[in-house]
């Protein structure tokens, strides 16, 4: 049987973390579905949730008035979605659009944070965790904004 511990434990954001720290994790998640086209959230709103993506794929998008939506990368299977819960003032940067199907662990992020008051070394453990991941995506936004831009006179 797999419970959500199992799921966490080999979910490669998650791997090597204690047991205990994956069973309190656990205790803020829940399973969620998206159909294609249907947006996970948008740029501005509450960063209530983030999700560890179980299967499809959802492209993250920035959009400029008068320009189709820029797509900076697509998420898929082992990836996580969202980070803006943890870094005042908790309001998403992108907008989230599933390309097909997809099935996610959602995280009360007001848990998570709650989660990591709690229990300090498991904060630091997941700031790191995020860390990186926001490097990623800033260095993906990049990219992405050279390769649209950078070809113009």
Same mark, same amino acid.
């Given at each position: 049987?797999?419970?959500?511990?199992? !799921?966490?434990?080999?979910? @490669? !954001?998650?791997?090597?973390?204690? @047991?205990?720290?994956? =069973?309190?994790? &656990?205790?803020?998640?829940?399973?969620? *579905?998206?159909?294609?086209?249907?947006?996970?959230?948008?740029? $501005?709103? &509450?960063?209530?949730? !983030?999700?560890? #993506?179980?299967?499809?794929?959802?492209?993250?998008?920035? /959009?400029?008035?008068? !320009?189709? @939506? #820029? %797509?900076?990368? %697509?998420?898929?299977?082992?990836? #996580?979605?969202?980070?803006?819960?943890?870094?005042? @003032?908790?309001?998403?940067?992108?907008?989230? +659009?599933? /390309?097909?199907? /997809? /099935?996610?662990? &959602?995280?009360?992020?007001?848990?998570?944070?709650?989660?990591?008051?709690?229990?300090?070394?498991?904060?630091?453990?997941?700031?790191?965790?995020? &860390? +990186?991941? #926001?490097?990623? *995506?800033? =260095?993906? %936004? +990049?990219?992405?904004?050279?390769?649209?831009? $950078?070809?113009?006179?």
């Amino acid at each position: 049987m797999h419970t959500l511990e199992t !799921f966490l434990a080999q979910h @490669p !954001f998650f791997a090597g973390m204690a @047991p205990h720290q994956l =069973q309190w994790l &656990a205790a803020c998640a829940s399973n969620v *579905r998206f159909e294609a086209g249907t947006y996970l959230f948008h740029e $501005g709103d &509450a960063a209530n949730h !983030f999700y560890a #993506i179980r299967q499809g794929q959802v492209a993250l998008e920035i /959009v400029a008035p008068g !320009f189709e @939506p #820029i %797509t900076i990368e %697509t998420l898929e299977q082992g990836d #996580i979605l969202g980070w803006s819960w943890l870094v005042p @003032p908790y309001t998403k940067q992108f907008d989230a +659009r599933a /390309v097909d199907h /997809v /099935v996610a662990l &959602a995280f009360d992020a007001a848990c998570f944070r709650a989660k990591c008051e709690q229990d300090p070394a498991l904060g630091y453990e997941l700031l790191k965790r995020f &860390a +990186r991941l #926001i490097g990623q *995506r800033l =260095q993906a %936004t +990049r990219l992405q904004l050279l390769d649209v831009y $950078g070809t113009r006179p």
